[in-house]
């Protein structure tokens, strides 16, 4: 068990913020436009020490449905992404992984994010190249706010499955996972907050704005009974599964708020981060119909 003391970054609670929403747009360069020269966000953070527990020395493993993650067992037969076949098998590998762990019936991987922890020198990129590789984000979050998720189900959902799914008895969910690239991660691991211990008021909307749409995610203020869970040593066989949207009613976990973190405990001979996330709208049949 390895318990650390560590920062988590977190969004100011300005006044700013009680009169202009908080935004963040990522934008094509274009004529009497420069983004490296023009702000694109009005986001201000904060670096506040937390303690982050270890998921491996709780007596019982979160759950997603009470925590807002878990930890899977799964090794992927994927073990480089050079090329889009390999992003659109790693996306099948994760429906079916959802389809079994959460027994959904109906999953679609919509969205893959490939990360490493390094400086990127580079003055143009394409959003929608599914090899694309970014840095960590910033700050503690929230991909899908509540406003958003509809939106997200009926842009992501088929119109023949949305006359199939779209009626009472059947629960949609957003679902994120989150797996190391290296065989064990060391540098900036994942941390994530118990959604039990985030208060509404914590969760502050926000608009993020890219070339082919409009989007709301949650940015996290900081709490101190906020309670973070991280899991050492994590191997890319051990890939998180946490909520971010989820239609079903009730006082179960809807949300999950987490953001990357300097780990103390990593050795100096730790490899850059290297990592792949998806989002996936899942759904599961809540009753007999």
Same mark, same amino acid.
């Given at each position: ?58 007596? =019982?493993?979160? %759950? ?10 799964? /090794? ?5 992404? /050079? ?24 999953? =679609?991987?919509?969205? /893959? ?37 509809? %939106? ?7 119109? &023949? ?11 949609? !969910? ?21 959604? !039990?211990?985030? &208060? ?42 946490? *909520?971010?949207?989820?239609? =079903? &009613? ?15 405990? &990593?050795?100096? %001979? ?12 899942? *759904?599961? =049949?809540? %009753?007999?119909?």
């Amino acid at each position: 068990m390895t318990d650390v003391d560590a920062t988590i970054e977190y969004l100011q609670d300005l006044e700013l913020y009680d009169s202009v929403k908080p935004y963040w747009v990522s934008l094509p360069p274009r004529e009497g436009f420069d983004p490296d020269k023009q702000r694109l966000d009005n986001l201000e953070f904060e670096y506040r020490m937390v303690h982050i527990q270890d998921i491996r020395g709780l007596s =019982k493993y979160p %759950q997603i449905d009470v925590n807002g993650f878990e930890v899977l067992n799964h /090794t992927t037969k994927i073990a480089h992404f /050079t090329t889009v076949e390999d992003v659109n098998r790693y996306k099948s590998e994760t429906e079916e992984l959802l389809r079994i762990s959460l027994g959904a019936v109906y999953v =679609k991987c919509y969205n /893959t994010a490939l990360r490493k922890n390094i400086t990127f020198n580079r003055t143009e990129y394409e959003l929608s190249d599914p090899l694309h590789t970014e840095g960590p984000v910033r700050g503690a979050h929230n991909d899908i706010s509540r406003s958003f998720g509809p %939106q997200m189900i009926n842009k992501h959902l088929p119109e &023949a499955s949305k006359e199939l799914y779209l009626r009472p008895g059947y629960r949609f !969910r957003i679902v994120n996972t989150w797996r190391s690239l290296l065989p064990v991660i060391e540098d900036r691991p994942l941390a994530l907050c118990d959604s !039990r211990s985030v &208060a509404a008021t914590d969760l502050l909307s926000c608009d993020r704005i890219v070339p082919d749409h409009n989007g709301e995610v949650y940015f996290l203020k900081c709490n101190p009974n906020h309670r973070w869970y991280w899991l050492s040593q994590q191997k890319d066989s051990e890939p998180f599964a946490f *909520i971010m949207y989820d239609t =079903k &009613a009730g006082p179960h976990a809807r949300f999950c708020p987490h953001v990357s973190f300097d780990n103390p405990a &990593a050795s100096r %001979q730790a490899p850059p981060r290297e990592s792949i996330e998806t989002r996936s709208l899942v *759904i599961t =049949k809540e %009753q007999d119909i």
